[in-house]
C-alpha cells in the first residue's frame, strides 16, 4: 500500500494462484510449474495520485517481492481496461495470450495473461533458478 499526506494513493498484493486458465497459460509460456509463480494482484492507484509513476513503482516492487521469493511474477488484466494494459506493456511485461474466466456467477470475460520482464541475469540466476 502507498500512502501520501494520510491518504492510500495505491495498493497492489501478490496472490498464489489466479485462475486455472491463467496459471496453465503462464505455467506453459515460462515452464515452470504454477507453484512457482506469483500473482500480481488487485494494483490500484486513486484516481487523484495518476499519471507521477505509482503504478509502475508498485508494480515493480510486487514483482521485485515476487522474484525475491524464487518466484516468476504473472497478472491478468480484463481485455477492456486500456489504462491498465498500456502501464504493463510501457512497463515490460510480456503478453502471453488471452484465456477466457468465469468468476462465480458473473459472465465470462476475456484476459490477457502477463508475464513479468525477464530480471537481470544476476537476480534470474540467484533466485529463479534455485528456487531460493
Request: charged share 20%; glycine share 10%.
Amino acid at each position: 500500500m502507498s500512502e501520501e499526506d494520510g491518504e492510500i494513493a495505491g495498493h497492489v498484493v501478490l496472490n498464489p494462484r489466479s485462475s486455472p486458465a491463467v496459471l496453465e497459460m503462464a505455467s506453459s509460456a515460462l515452464g515452470l510449474p504454477a507453484d512457482r509463480l506469483a500473482v500480481v494482484a488487485r494494483l490500484l492507484v486513486s484516481p487523484h495520485h495518476r499519471r507521477r509513476g505509482l503504478g509502475r513503482s508498485l508494480l515493480e516492487t510486487a514483482a521485485a517481492h515476487a522474484r525475491g521469493r524464487g518466484l516468476w511474477p504473472i497478472l491478468d488484466a480484463v481485455t477492456g481496461h486500456q489504462a491498465a494494459i498500456c502501464l504493463y506493456d510501457r512497463c515490460g511485461w510480456v503478453r502471453a495470450g488471452t484465456v477466457t474466466v468465469r468468476w462465480g456467477d458473473h459472465p465470462e470475460v476475456d484476459e490477457l495473461v502477463y508475464l513479468g520482464p525477464r530480471p537481470p541475469e544476476s537476480v534470474a540466476s540467484q533466485h529463479l533458478a534455485t528456487g531460493h
